[in-house]
Every structure is written in C-alpha cells, then in structure tokens.
C-alpha cells in the first residue's frame, strides 16, 4: 500500500506541474496553439513560390536558408521526421532552395547533399510534385510530367475521378495544379542543377491491368494536352480558377494547409491574378501568421491547429480535476463555442440534406469542418457541461452523425470518398489523396456521441462493429492521424469502454495484451514513422511522452491497474522536465501516412495530463471500493 501511495504522490506531483504549465500557454483569448513542425519542403516552396512570384526578399531567403541548413542531416540529406532517413525528394528540394538563397554548389554542405542525391536516385527518381517545381523552373521537361487537365472540373460528382473523389487536402492541390501544369510556366533560375542528375531513367516495373490502362490514358492525354480544344480549354481554366478563389479561407489560405495554399497562389497568378489582387494579396499576408522566426531563422508551419489543440487542453484539465467553473475552461469554452461553423463547405457535395454544425482544425478553416475535431469538442464542451453549449452540442451531433460513411465508419472530411480509382493515377505518388474512414476518428466519434447518451444508437453501434472488424491480428488498431498503431489503439479502447464493451471482451483482452507486449522495458512506449511502410517497426521506437499517455489511456480504460501501468506512470514521473512538460524531438502525428509527419508540440502536454489524471481518478475509485 506503501508503494501505491509514493506511485500516486509521484503521480500528482507530476499532473499538478503539468497542468500548471498547460494553464500558462492558454492565450487570452481562450484558445491554446502549439507549434505544429513537418519538414523543410515548407520554407523551400516557400522561397521558390516567391521566386516564381517576384517577391523574394533578402530577409526572408536568410532566414529560410538559415533554417534548411540547421535541419541537415550528417549524411547529407533532409529527413521528414526527427531521426528518419534522408528522404530524397526533400532534399532535392531544400538543396534548390540553398542554391537560390546563393549557397555555392562547392560547399561543403551542398556537395553531401549532391552526393547523397545522386545515390538515391538522382532528380529522376523525385515524386511528381518535386519534378513539377523542377519544370516551373526550367529543371525539367514538362512534357515528362503526368497530365491532369483542366477539363476534369467539368465532371459530375457521380463521374469517376471528378475532383470530389480525391480528399479535400487533395482536390483542393489537384485543381489548381491542373491549372499550373495546363499553362506549362518556366522563369528560369540563374543556375543549373546537372549535378543532382545521374542521366538514368527512373527504373518502373511493368505496368499490369489499371496500372497499364492509366499510363495508356496519360499518353492520350498528353496528345491532347498538345492541342486541347480551345473553346473547352479557356472554359476550363476559368471555371478551375473559379473554383480555387470561391474556396479561399478569411485568413487567406486554401484549406489551410500548405499545399493548395502554394499551387492556388501560383495558378491564380497565371489565370491572370497580379500580386497586387486582394485574393493574392490575402494569400500572401496570411503566410505571415504561417511563420515562425526566432535566432535569426525563419520557418513555415504546414497548417496550425488552434481548435483541436484547445479541445485536447479542456479534455486534459478536466481529467486532471480543474473545476468545470474555471475561468480557464469558460475562455476555452466559450471560444470554442464561437468557432462553430454553421455554413455548407464540400462535404455537402455527398451528404446534400445534412445541416451543417461542426468545427475544423484552425482559425478560419471554415470551408472544411472535419469529423475528428467535431468529435473532441463534443466532447470538450460535453464535459464543460455549460448550458450555452447545449444547442451547439446538439448540431454538431447531428452532424457528425450524418457523416457515417455507408460501412458504418467515419473518415475525418468527407463521407464515403472511398473511390481507389485516384490512386492509380501516374500523378499520384505522394500522400494519401483519398479519406476512408479510419479507426482512430471513428474510435473518438463513438465516444463522443456515448458521452451523450447515444451508446445504443445505430450510428454507434455500426461505428462499434466497424471497429471490431478493423481489428489487426495481432489486436491492435492502425493509426491513420497518429503514430501508429499506439494511437489507434490507445483510441478505440477508450471508445469501445464508452459504447459499453466489457473489459473482458477478447477484443479488449487482445488489445491490453498488444499493449503490453510493445512496452518499453523503462516503462514507455514509441512507434517510430517507419512503421507506416515497414511492418517491423511496429509497436517499435524510442518512447515519448504523447505515446505512453495514448498506451496508458488505453489500458485505464480497459479496467488495468497493474504493472505496465504503473511503470507507465512512473516515466512519465521521471522524464518531466522541470517546468511541467516533456521532451519530445520523435514526431508522432501523421498527415499522410509513409509521407508526411507532424510534431504537434502539444501532443507532449496535453495527452500526458490527461493520461495521469486518468490514473489518479482510477486509483481514487479503487482506494474508494476498497474494504
């Protein structure tokens, strides 16, 4: 009884610091913001989207180049994710952004970077997006590109391969990059790039059933594209350029997300759109609020999540036992409340009756509400349990709701946008352009609509089934906006426990078991990136404090009080830092998975809050039964 107690004073030491320190990062405002950190092609398009632009400055190519630099790896080459493997498309890119900010292509730095790229494959073996800022540039033949005209603008929704069956991170690039690549443009850099070149041609296997049908159809394509009918081709780009303006956010961004942010700048740019336009103008100013500078560099976040990080926040303090009447929590609350959003964005397009009432990701992201997010406010402002929250919990029910895709799951934008046809496109080779559901949002959508006492409903129950279905093997679940399988399963056992799945349910039992097995023996968990592509890593890395609490979420909800919990706990004891928080350099969120990673840098606060106050509760409720 002894050792509990010192585990539990341990404990509350830690939660109470932690708390204090989520506590002082609230703005005054009501929200919480961490930084959300990916990779170097940010500041590289960056510098080349100005280039193309004529806007680069010197300050800004500085401070940029400053940062690419600092991000080097040893070897040479850029990374994706903390301590992940050069990755060459990056590199290529951040090494044309160096030679642009005037890095001799003799330095040191450079001629690694250079070497590394040659090895890998040279900038023949790039994914299509690097090869098409190459070609903007005159470093590459745009006539060996993939083509996607500007016609498919004219598809109907029910057509295949209309632009709403890509996800909406991916339609909201594609449009406008069909746009860019239909004008084919080239301002020429003062420079060459022969010496990332190998003169190989990138090695592709032979091409089978939709595979070889697709690369039929891009050479038809690109006969067309060198004699498009004029009178469609000019409706086209107009209706395309029609679409990217009518879908630009207040703040000036494009889904805001980095991506269409860039490719809607440039292709408005050639549609006509002088810097000086309000639309252009908003873009660019509104990368401002995008970058970060400090010690004289200058680094772009990919997006910023203001309205999950503050639902996380509220969720995490309200486990740790802050008051529901707390200022802090009415702030949250009540600017939580103000970013509802009430208006029609393109998920509509399949779900045409639902009424809308749901929240995004950022500060004004209101074409794209997304289910994930609606979720973690439901059950953020479920639990603030305010009466002016009532009528907004009540539409964002409804909402996400109705946002089931038919085999009962949920993905995070759209529903149903299942259609696998894009993926065979030749000009998709980089991310996941599509938005099935996933476990880890439909896990947070069942427990949020059992919160409010829809644990019975049909919705939930087919959620609940579709779970159970997606189940591994091995007993763990996949983690599509989190690293990886940790955060899938750290996801559904809370939920299944919400939609009333007893703990010695096999599927429960199977899950603790996977749990278990994947602890470190110091008593934390990690999954490295690498498990997205390669089974070996899973279960597998350096642990971090944001997976430890997602295991130990799991597992309290599951009913355990045993041993791996307790060392859980005591690593997260024993690696806070002084001021309340924790390091954590290892990514562990994903925006698409094997390609793109985050670091949300509040990840490291939050779910260790949450993850603690759970315990403690726990271990009340147990002292509690106790005779």
Excluded at 167 to 175: D, E, K, S
Excluded at 247 to 271: K, M, N, T
Excluded at 302 to 317: E, G, M, N, Y
Aim: hydrophobic content about 45%; proline content about 7%; overall charge neutral.
């Amino acid at each position: 009884m002894t050792a509990l107690l010192t585990a539990a004073s341990r404990a509350a030491t830690a939660l109470e610091a932690a708390r204090d320190h989520l506590l002082a990062l609230q703005s005054p405002e009501g929200w919480w913001k961490g930084e959300l950190r990916t990779n170097v092609t940010m500041d590289a398009e960056d510098l080349l989207l100005r280039e193309f632009l004529g806007v680069r400055t010197a300050a800004e190519t500085a401070g940029a180049a400053r940062w690419i630099r600092s991000q080097q790896q040893a070897g040479g080459g850029w990374a994706n994710f903390h301590d992940g493997p050069a990755d060459l498309s990056t590199t290529v890119e951040a090494y044309t952004a160096l030679r642009l900010a005037g890095d001799p292509p003799s330095a040191p730095h450079l001629r690694a970077a250079a070497a590394l790229v040659r090895d890998l494959g040279g900038v023949e073996s790039t994914r299509v997006f690097t090869r098409i800022w190459l070609a903007m540039f005159g470093q590459w033949r745009w006539e060996d590109l993939p083509v996607i005209p500007p016609e498919i603008v004219f598809l109907p929704p029910w057509c295949p391969l209309n632009v709403y069956d890509w996800a909406c991170w991916a339609r909201q690039t594609i449009v406008p990059l069909t746009i860019v690549t239909a004008h084919r443009p080239v301002r020429r850099l003062p420079f060459g790039l022969a010496e990332l070149r190998t003169g190989r041609t990138a090695r592709r296997g032979p091409r089978t059933g939709w595979d070889a049908a697709f690369a039929a159809l891009d050479h038809v394509l690109h006969r067309y594209e060198r004699r498009p009918l004029a009178g469609l081709r000019r409706a086209a780009l107009r209706r395309a350029a029609e679409w990217v303006v009518a879908r630009q956010e207040a703040d000036g961004s494009w889904g805001g997300i980095q991506p269409p942010w860039v490719y809607s700048l440039i292709a408005l740019h050639l549609s006509g759109y002088d810097v000086s336009h309000p639309v252009m103008r908003r873009g660019l100013a509104g990368l401002d609020r995008f970058t970060i500078r400090e010690d004289g560099s200058r680094r772009l976040e990919a997006c910023q999540s203001p309205v999950w990080d503050t639902a996380l926040a509220v969720i995490a303090l309200l486990d740790a036992g802050l008051p529901r009447d707390h200022p802090a929590l009415d702030r949250a609350g009540e600017w939580l409340l103000r970013e509802e959003i009430r208006g029609p964005g393109d998920w509509a397009v399949r779900r045409p009756g639902l009424t809308p009432g749901g929240w995004a990701f950022e500060f004004d992201n209101d074409g794209y509400p997304d289910v994930d997010d609606t979720a973690e406010v439901i059950l953020a402002l479920g639990r603030w349990g305010r009466s002016a929250a009532r009528d907004a919990v009540r539409r964002g029910l409804c909402w996400t709701a109705g946002m089931a895709s038919r085999d009962g799951g949920f993905a995070a934008f759209d529903a149903d946008n299942t259609r696998a046809l894009c993926l065979r496109l030749p000009f998709c080779d980089f991310g996941a352009v599509i938005d099935p559901p996933s476990a880890d949002v439909t896990a947070h959508v069942v427990e949020a609509l059992a919160a409010e006492g829809l644990a019975r409903s049909p919705v939930v129950r087919r959620a609940v089934t579709w779970l159970l279905r997606a189940q591994e093997p091995d007993g763990s679940w996949f983690g599509r906006w989190g690293a990886n399988h940790v955060y899938g399963t750290g996801a559904v056992l809370p939920a299944l426990a919400a939609a009333g799945v007893p703990p010695a349910a096999p599927c429960v039992r199977r899950a603790v078991a996977w749990l278990e097995a994947h602890q470190h023996l110091g008593g934390g968990w990690g999954e490295d990136m690498r498990s997205y592509r390669d089974p070996a890593w899973i279960g597998r890395g350096e642990p971090t404090a944001s997976q430890t609490a997602w295991a130990l979420i799991g597992l309290l909800a599951a009913g355990e009080r045993g041993p791996s919990v307790e060392r859980g706990v005591a690593w997260l004891a024993g690696t806070q830092r002084p001021d309340g928080t924790w390091d954590e350099p290892y990514y562990t969120g994903t925006g698409f998975p094997g390609d793109f990673f985050i670091n949300y840098h509040l990840y490291r606060l939050v779910f260790p809050v949450s993850a603690l106050g759970r315990y403690l509760r726990a271990g009340e409720g147990a002292r509690e039964g106790t005779p």
